[in-house]
């Protein structure tokens, strides 16, 4: 009758040595398959858990990659200078970055791989908030899966060499329920959890940006049309002239210049130099028979005061290259009933908004960062 007891002994004894045998990684359910709740293979004694208890998910779901942080040299970032409002949209691009720090021992910093899918942990209800996706200025498809709330973007095909400077870019619909990052992650705090993966789909380590404190929330959609406008992302910039006189003809003469940055804040965005095509401000539309005519550089142009769709004054064909747009001098002269920043722009607080221009079809890129000056 002791043969029970020596099966029962032989069973323990293989079973210790099983998990000694084994490294606790292997087990690590977690780690390669997005399971919360068995994060390390239980104890023996350790009863199983009910049979109705479904573990929840966590990101990426259901996913047999490497999610160790070292694993991956690739990142990615929130990117201010590219991200802004456009008509009826909010866009957010993150830009991809190899910064290295990983293990070169793993097969994720062998530097062999590239970017094939990327994916996002949002809120299920924000699906009909997002209108589009690009990647790298490429409208992509993509799969808003609200039961596993992630949003992925995959076939990337992006290789070791062309996956740095990247750009993934969201549009939010502004007006919807999830018109930003705040509400569409389910981090919160405008903060987005994503995984990036190798074309195995074996590496894909979760992260999240740093927080960084963004712009200040714009005026208006200014200059409503599809264009790089953040300031950070140019060397070029509009400060307003204190020099303000009175010409012949009852005029008032408000002078602007166009000057350079020592540096671009980000070297990376396309717009950071360009050739000054246009110049632009944004006016109250009640000020349409004030603008007599503009100068640049003392040189004299017909007057260009838009009513229709929205109120701007344009000054166009400036074509100053790079090399010579420091300095340049756009003055406006104005009738008395606008003859001040105060009445002439569309916000009567003595500040205007004014955007410069690098010609249409000159890049893939439209640019026109915004300045806001006053006197």
Do not use: W
Not at 104 to 121: A, I, S, T, Y
Not at 180 to 194: H, P, W
């Amino acid at each position: 009758m002791r043969t029970p007891t020596l099966l029962v002994g032989a069973a323990l004894l293989l079973a210790t040595a099983l998990l000694c045998a084994t490294p606790a990684s292997a087990f690590d359910v977690e780690s390669f398959f997005g399971l919360r709740g068995a994060r390390t293979l239980q104890a023996v004694s350790s009863p199983p858990p009910p049979a109705t208890t479904s573990p929840a998910l966590v990101f990426p779901p259901l996913c047999n990659c490497d999610r160790r942080p070292r694993s991956s040299p690739f990142r990615m970032a929130l990117d201010l200078a590219t991200s802004g409002p456009e008509t009826g949209l909010q866009r957010y691009c993150f830009r991809v970055d190899n910064v290295g720090g990983c293990d070169p021992r793993l097969k994720c910093c062998n530097g062999q791989q590239g970017v094939e899918k990327v994916e996002f942990d949002v809120v299920a209800g924000c699906k009909d908030s997002l209108r589009r996706v690009t990647v790298g200025g490429v409208q992509r498809s993509y799969e808003y899966n609200t039961k596993l709330n992630v949003l992925r973007i995959t076939n990337l095909g992006l290789t070791p060499s062309s996956a740095p400077g990247t750009e993934v870019c969201l549009f939010l619909a502004s007006t919807s329920a999830c018109p930003g990052l705040a509400q569409l992650c389910n981090a919160g705090s405008g903060v987005c959890k994503y995984a990036l993966f190798n074309k195995d789909r074996d590496c894909c380590p979760p992260r999240a940006p740093a927080v960084r404190a963004p712009p200040p929330p714009p005026r208006s959609e200014f200059p409503f049309c599809s264009c790089q406008r953040n300031s950070l992302g140019s060397r070029l910039f509009t400060t307003a002239s204190e020099n303000v006189t009175l010409v012949d003809g009852g005029l008032t003469r408000i002078c602007f210049n166009v000057q350079l940055k020592d540096v671009c804040a980000n070297p990376k965005s396309k717009c950071c130099e360009f050739e000054l095509y246009k110049f632009e401000v944004e006016v109250d539309g009640v000020c349409s028979k004030s603008l007599a005519y503009t100068t640049v550089d003392g040189n004299r142009k017909a007057p260009f005061f838009q009513t229709n769709p929205v109120d701007v004054i344009k000054v166009t064909n400036i074509n100053k290259p790079i090399s010579s747009v420091a300095g340049t001098e756009v003055c406006l002269f104005l009738r008395p009933q606008c003859n001040s920043l105060q009445k002439l722009c569309a916000f009567h607080d003595g500040s205007c908004t004014i955007g410069l221009f690098n010609k249409p079809g000159a890049s893939a890129t439209n640019c026109c960062p915004l300045s806001t000056v006053g006197l």
